[in-house]
């Protein structure tokens, strides 16, 4: 299996990216996906989560509004949306994926948590200027 990241970049404050993460070897039939993000000194958080079996998302409260997950399957690729950036978005972006049964399910529970995830990318990294 294999992620691959692309799309981060520098940005001023108030504008837009897409980042987009590309599969290899997992599918998004079923399971779940998820973009999480890592700044210097802080915990990794999980940014936002998909259920690959009906759609169902999870955004945290810091991007809700602002970040939109979305996934292409002919592509198999997954897409990050990011709008109004703001500097602390600035970050290291990973996606994650999972196919273990029952993983969608975490996603309708309201989580989106790293350690849930088997396959990872190796990040794309978004700097925010102000």
């Known amino acids: 299996v294999q992620l691959v990241e692309s799309g981060g970049g520098l940005v001023q404050a108030g504008g837009s990216l897409r980042l987009s993460c590309k599969a290899s070897g997992f599918t998004f039939d079923e399971g779940a996906i998820g973009w999480f993000r890592q700044a210097p000194g802080k915990e990794r958080e999980g940014v936002a989560c998909?259920?690959?079996?009906?759609?169902?998302?999870y955004y945290a409260e810091t991007v809700k509004g602002r970040f939109t997950i979305s996934t292409d399957t002919a592509k198999n690729t997954v897409y990050l949306e990011l709008n109004t950036l703001k500097p602390e978005d600035s970050a290291v972006y990973y996606c994650?994926?999972?196919?273990?049964?029952?993983?969608?399910?975490?996603?309708?529970?309201?989580?989106?948590?790293?350690?849930?995830?088997?396959?990872w990318g190796k990040g794309t990294l978004v700097t925010v200027s102000s």
């Open positions: 994650a994926g999972d196919d273990s049964p029952g993983i969608g399910r975490t996603v309708h529970a309201g989580f989106c948590i790293g350690e849930y995830y088997d396959y």
């Open positions: 998909l259920s690959t079996t009906d759609g169902h998302a």
